[in-house]
């Protein structure tokens, strides 16, 4: 009797790297740099999240097993036919065009700054939680999702703070309670700073309820100040087909540090073998 054949290890993942990799007291549930862009990929193909900003072919790692990972991964996509919109040279916003109204989500998505102002911390707030739940599985809960939006607020590397006015918010607060970042070693250490302040307290006593009770009202507001339609349109013809990517195109274009011609043989092997 013939065994049934089981799919590689490199093909492996679990769906707790769709959800936040903080618990509410700032510890790792899991590390969020190994195989970060793989385990966007699997998020997005298990329909858990519905988009990412994603650096994109950004092929880089320890050694070959590590692109083949990402190639299989962005293969996937191109069967499901996965849309993106191009960010910047080398970043896209990926999108599963399977959601329903995934365009609407879209248009909030990149309009809602136009609307929702910066005068306050619960505004703030408020944006991160309502750009991560209209993106992301109701499998997830609210709880994990409010915890990602506190912990982004407080990161550096994270966009939205990349915003002036939500730079200016965050650096009032850290001045009022007399943080100093600089010297805070990890999350859990924050979250032990932000608690002797009582800003964890204030977050999720007083402005966690208040983001569950008005975020779906602040949606349909926004749809109703946006024309959708027209947005809908302009998004439309911005994005692009996944299905349009050229997977051996994206192996030439490999440094030469890398075996291309194994990469391409492996690639060819595993889609027979799997299917994909």
Do not use: W
Request: aromatic share 16%; glycine share 2%; hydrophobic share 35%.
């Amino acid at each position: 009797m013939k065994k049934k054949t089981k799919k590689n290890n490199l093909l492996k993942f679990k769906s707790i790297v769709c959800s936040y990799y903080l618990d509410k007291e700032g510890n790792y549930l899991y590390n969020p740099i190994i195989n970060s862009d793989c385990n966007q990929y699997y998020c997005l193909i298990k329909k858990l999240r519905y988009s990412s900003t994603m650096l994109f072919p950004n092929l880089k790692g320890k050694n070959e097993d590590d692109i083949l990972k990402k190639l299989y991964m962005i293969n996937k996509c191109k069967k499901l036919d996965f849309g993106y919109i191009q960010l910047g040279t080398n970043e896209i916003f990926i999108y599963n065009k399977k959601i329903r109204n995934i365009y609407e989500k879209c248009a909030i998505y990149f309009n809602a700054y136009k609307y929702i102002g910066f005068d306050t911390i619960l505004n703030t707030y408020l944006i991160y939680f309502l750009f991560i739940r209209i993106f992301t599985n109701k499998k997830i809960s609210n709880q994990t999702l409010l915890i990602q939006t506190f912990y982004l607020f407080f990161d550096k590397n994270y966009l939205v703070v990349k915003d002036e006015k939500v730079k200016k918010l965050k650096e009032n607060l850290l001045k009022k309670y007399k943080i100093d970042m600089s010297k805070i070693q990890n999350y859990h250490e924050l979250y032990l700073v932000l608690k002797k302040k009582k800003i964890t307290d204030i977050f999720f006593k007083t402005i966690a309820p208040t983001i569950l009770l008005i975020y779906k009202k602040t949606y349909d507001e926004l749809k109703k100040k946006i024309n959708i339609e027209e947005e809908i349109k302009n998004i439309k013809k911005q994005s692009n087909n996944f299905k349009n990517i050229n997977i051996m195109k994206l192996i030439d274009e490999l440094p030469k540090n890398y075996n291309k011609k194994y990469i391409k043989n492996k690639f060819i092997e595993m889609s027979k073998k799997y299917n994909i």
